[in-house]
């Protein structure tokens, strides 16, 4: 037997139709059933194609074939299982003196098991080879490859055949520092308070508020005086020149007049204070004592009303209740966490973001807040290794709203509908 191993049983399908159109070509005979072709001549041959589970066995091969084997993925928790499915399949070469196996694969990651055996290199029981796209294509160039793709990280990967880091941190050291340098002491106008909460077990119950601002122009040094000015013009329609009166504003300083040129900041989200209750604070409090503590954060805000996710919203309704707030939820699933992200992400890019600079914690998670790619490229967000991320969620809770207009004052949605934003 030839096995085919691929990541899923449409590209198995659909190396089967290769494999029979160069059959065709070379006019060997063959039958074809389901997913195997068998070679109907005196050379007994069966082509077999299959998905990469350890179920895939039960053979003997002369040569196996792993279609793409950094890009496996098992269904249960989308993990590698190369590792695995090789082990399982390379039995059924045992007993065949010429039998081989061959792992073909675009990278992906520097930590799965093709990228492992490839870092191993020519071993006694193994040969590599390495070729980006332009090199095992001649017909195709390095600058063409990177008029397809822009992104440089995606570009090594799919093009030159460089792998990458199967995390990557989300927001750079960089914007954090930005986004601390900008936090100011203002007068809260109208914040919204949002709140993550916990089990009081292992992860941190935290709450903050946030509200965009926007800074009166900085005054200029010297007198700002306003005056007539006459100013030449010509009518489009008649080509006459005619003069015209107009309002200028100038400066006054000992050098002389100068422009008025007001420097006008760009609106920003501002955070206006994080807080929380870590660690595993349920041994020593109630969720009746969190909420206690948030009330007294929003007192002084003038907000009685506390944005959170849907985790527990029901049952913690009546306590916020108690309390003399209102609690409002909305749905935090992985495709509202990703719109999250990316909104944080162009919000701190484009330094529009505040946050308090004496809050640590904040800073450390949010530096080793991760995106981590699945094989099949699905996006999760996290925080990297045993770390934590309530505090982060924060800022994701206060970008999520403001992309669907909750957030007064905002530049981001105008008239009801999304901009800038691809939606």
Known sequence: MVAFISVSREEAASRLRGIADMLTALGVSFERRAD?????????????V??????????TSILVVGDEVAR???????????????????????????GFMVLSSSPWTIDDYHAEQFDRGNQPDQLVSHAPTWVANPTL????????????????????????????????????????????????LAPVVVTDPS???????????????????????????????????????????FQRTVWE???ETPEGEKPYRPVVTPPFLHIMAVDGETGRFGDRMSA??????????????????????????????????????????????NENKTRAVEHAVRLFREGQIA????????ANELARFDEKLTPSGYRTFGARGNGHDDFVSVILMAALLDLDGQLPGSPTVQGGRFVAEGR
């Open 355 to 362: 946050i308090p600079p004496e809050h640590e914690q904040l």
């Open 141 to 188: 160039t390095e600058a063409g490859t990177r008029s397809l793709e822009p992104d440089e990280r995606t570009w090594s990967r799919e093009y030159a055949a460089i792998p990458s880091s199967a995390a990557a941190a989300v927001f750079s050291a960089d914007w954090i520092a930005k986004a601390r340098a900008r936090w100011l002491r203002v007068v809260p």
């Open 288 to 333: 009746d004592d969190v909420v206690s503590r948030i009330a007294g954060f929003c007192r002084p805000l003038g907000q009685r009303t506390v944005v959170t996710d849907n985790f527990a919203a029901y049952a913690l309704k009546s306590t916020f209740n108690r309390h003399g707030l209102h609690l409002l939820e909305f749905a935090w699933n």
């Open 50 to 59: 299959g998905t990469c589970s350890v179920k895939t066995v039960g053979f």
């Open 72 to 98: 496996w993925e098992s269904r249960d928790d989308h993990s590698n299982p190369a590792k695995e499915v090789c082990g399982s399949l390379r039995p059924t070469l045992a007993t065949q003196e010429h």
């Open 199 to 241: 089990g009081g077990k292992r992860d941190s119950w935290t709450w903050g508020a946030c509200q965009w601002v926007r800074l009166a122009p900085e005054q200029p040094e010297g007198l700002v005086v306003e005056r007539r000015k006459l100013v030449e013009d010509r009518n489009p329609w008649t080509g006459a020149t």
């Open 36 to 48: 195997e072709l068998e070679l109907t001549g005196a050379r007994r041959v069966l082509f077999r």
């Open 249 to 251: 504003r100038v400066i």
